[in-house]
């Protein structure tokens, strides 16, 4: 009986290492298509069977006036097949305008592995005042609109995500760092 059992599990482990290696193997194959002959591809992390990864950035420092201009990159990885158009929306908070680029529109044609590239040039977006631009895009695929997004702030070091380490620090000074860990247990 005992090797009955230790012979299935060996059958079946081989089995599942066949079929991870057949799948990985095709997918390494596959050369994805790109609109702008970009090698870019998001990070590994956050929702990886998404529609969509959206990625936004500033192509240079945020500026500290907000009189100088910021052109602002959108990457948007398409990674299921699309049943319809792409559309795209920029939001821009109050104060914030548009020098060049559109910001909403849609792209027909768009094919699984392509990435594309939206710019807008955009004044009133500094380091003077907090703000927030955003960029969404939606498509119809396997008969339900789905999308993501991706934001943009002019003020990183004011974003929780820069501020928590600081109060964790702060907090186990004034409690002793064993009341924190052990709060957290």
Do not use: C
């Not at 997004?149 to 820069?162: F, G, K, L, Q, W």
């Amino acid at each position: 009986m005992r090797n009955r059992k230790i012979a299935f599990t060996a059958i079946l482990s081989l089995l599942a290492g066949i079929s991870v290696y057949s799948f990985t193997a095709k997918t390494e194959d596959r050369k994805p298509a790109s609109t702008a002959k970009s090698t870019w591809r998001p990070a590994p992390v956050g929702k990886h069977l998404a529609l969509f990864h959206v990625e936004l950035k500033s192509e240079d420092e945020i500026p500290e006036s907000g009189t100088d201009e910021v052109i602002l990159v959108g990457r948007v990885l398409v990674n299921q097949t699309l049943q319809g158009d792409l559309a795209y929306t920029w939001s821009l908070p109050e104060g914030v305008s548009v020098v060049d680029g559109i910001t909403s529109d849609t792209l027909s044609g768009v094919k699984v592995g392509q990435v594309v590239e939206l710019k807008l040039t955009v004044v009133g977006f500094s380091k003077e005042k907090q703000k927030a631009i955003s960029l969404a895009v939606k498509a119809l695929a396997k008969e339900e609109v789905l999308g993501n997004s991706a934001v943009i702030v002019s003020r990183n070091e004011d974003t929780m995500e820069a501020t928590a380490p600081g109060m964790k620090r702060s907090a186990e000074e004034q409690l002793g760092s064993e009341t924190v860990h052990r709060r957290r247990k």
